[in-house]
């Protein structure tokens, strides 16, 4: 028993965070899943780095360049293969767990992050394309992307909410969560076969904090608010799903829609490496880690449940934060942003650099 399965038996599912078609092949990511990794989550720096950061998919694309396929039509192509792939790797999981992990996430386009129609209609299609039941379509927390995520879950689709730093986010993530299964189950859907999760950045909060707080001379509060904010969150997922209303919707059959940790790697190398691993363990959670933080779990990572350490303390210390002058609201809706125009400059990106490749045999 590795320290995954101890994590998974603590209530914590810990899904990967990357993919590679080397990683694929290989029977590494097989290794993985049988030392208890529950699921895989991408993004598209991910495939920026996977698809122009190695030459794993050269060949292929060399084929689709010489039978005329677009940079778009050859960059799906690429993902979805590996998204598949993946999603067959966990598929076992999958039905082990009866639909509560096993899932590969892909984002929808971030270049659709604020038309909320565009995004439902390509989250619609993105899923059917993959056509597997173990995947979830990542939308982001934006002001458009939240109806969106509503309106996606009210169409059967699983979503993975992606880029949300404040707890405002979170909830109104979840409230859509919540409405969109509600007219799921109106229009004679059931809810068994819709799983969410919730994803809570949480090492780029410290990174732009612990930047004011050094301006500022308030060094005692660095390396802290971002464990604290994640806290705060869960007393609100814990708040909201034992609720009446969400009563009615578990009685119906319906899944809770799971915090997820994301960006857990440590930023500041000053932070123990397992820093937003030991300090978030909770149930009803997934951690989504990378390859080296989940290097350093396995290795000295702790499992036992560290959530509601300190919860008063968690409330306190936000409110200095705000004493000193900080701006936690300014610094989510700015870290939002950033975020969007991060995967939107990887996505163009990588577009790019198929383009490039694409031209050297097909031009």
Not at 80 to 95: G, K, M, P
Not at 182 to 210: L, Q
Not at 238 to 255: D, M, P, Q, T, V
């Amino acid at each position: 028993m590795t320290k995954l399965h101890e994590l998974h038996n603590a209530g914590q599912s810990v899904w990967f965070d990357f993919i590679r078609r080397s990683f694929i092949d290989s029977g590494k990511l097989k290794e993985l899943i049988d030392r208890g990794i529950r699921g895989v989550t991408s993004n598209p720096s991910i495939f920026e780095k996977a698809i122009a950061g190695s030459n794993d998919y050269d060949e292929e694309i060399k084929k689709m360049a010489m039978a005329g396929k677009t940079t778009k039509e050859i960059y799906e192509a690429l993902v979805i293969s590996d998204i598949r792939n993946a999603a067959e790797l966990l598929r076992a999981v999958y039905d082990n767990s009866e639909g509560r992990d096993g899932f590969v996430s892909l984002e929808v386009s971030p270049t659709l992050a604020n038309d909320t129609e565009a995004t439902v209609r390509e989250a619609k299609r993105l899923f059917m394309i993959i056509d597997r039941p173990n995947v979830m379509i990542k939308i982001p927390a934006t002001k458009e992307g939240i109806p969106a995520i509503k309106k996606a879950i009210a169409g059967g689709i699983n979503i993975n909410v992606t880029l949300i730093f404040s707890v405002k986010q979170y909830e109104e993530a979840a409230m859509a969560y919540i409405e969109g299964l509600e007219e799921f189950i109106r229009k004679g859907g059931r809810p068994d076969r819709i799983s969410s999760v919730a994803s809570m950045f949480v090492s780029r909060v410290d990174t732009a904090v612990d930047k004011e707080l050094d301006k500022l001379g308030h060094l005692e509060l660095k390396g802290k608010i971002a464990v604290d904010n994640a806290r705060i969150m869960y007393a609100k997922f814990l708040e909201i799903f034992k609720s009446g209303r969400w009563n009615n919707l578990a009685y119906a059959g319906a899944r809770m829609q799971r915090p997820l940790w994301a960006s857990t790697g440590t930023k500041d190398p000053d932070y123990p490496d397992t820093l937003y691993m030991d300090s978030l363990i909770a149930l009803n959670t997934v951690n989504t880690v990378p390859p080296n933080t989940l290097e350093a779990f396995l290795d000295h990572g702790k499992t036992e449940i560290s959530i509601s350490n300190d919860l008063e303390g968690a409330y306190g210390r936000k409110a200095e934060l705000a004493a000193a002058g900080v701006d936690l609201d300014a610094i989510t809706e700015n870290l939002l942003a950033e975020g969007v125009l991060s995967f939107t400059n990887a996505y163009e990106s990588l577009l790019q650099s198929v383009e490039n490749k694409r031209k050297a045999v097909a031009p």
